[in-house]
């Protein structure tokens, strides 16, 4: 039972930390749970077989969840009071992107990181 008074102290600590720091946890999950889902798809391709099916699905999932977190934003103002930012998604079909963005597709052939073309648009995201 000695241990007892430790782990609660930790628990604590640990749970004012999170409150804390709450924001920053989130923006850091949302940049590194794409790069730990591009890792298992990697890892899912070189062992191939049924294991690059289940990386494929767990990979997928972690998008989902950093895209939840990017989508909806919970962080306090300097006055105090809390702030939810919410970022729309809708679909669009491909000749109503920017026609910069659809040659950056094509260029591609599928999928593109259009930032630079959103920061130089609309100003830095994030």
Known sequence: M???L???IGIGVGATAAVYFWDDIQKWLADFL???ADVIRKIGQKIGGKFEHVAMVVAEKLDEYA???KHKLYFKEEDGTWTERITERRGLAENQLPPE???ELRRKRGEANITP???QTIGSVG
């Open 34 to 36: 794409p790069k730990v």
């Open 67 to 69: 895209a939840s977190i």
């Open 2 to 4: 000695v241990w007892f």
């Open 117 to 119: 073309y959103i920061e």
């Open 6 to 8: 430790p782990l609660l």
């Open 101 to 103: 963005v659809q040659a």
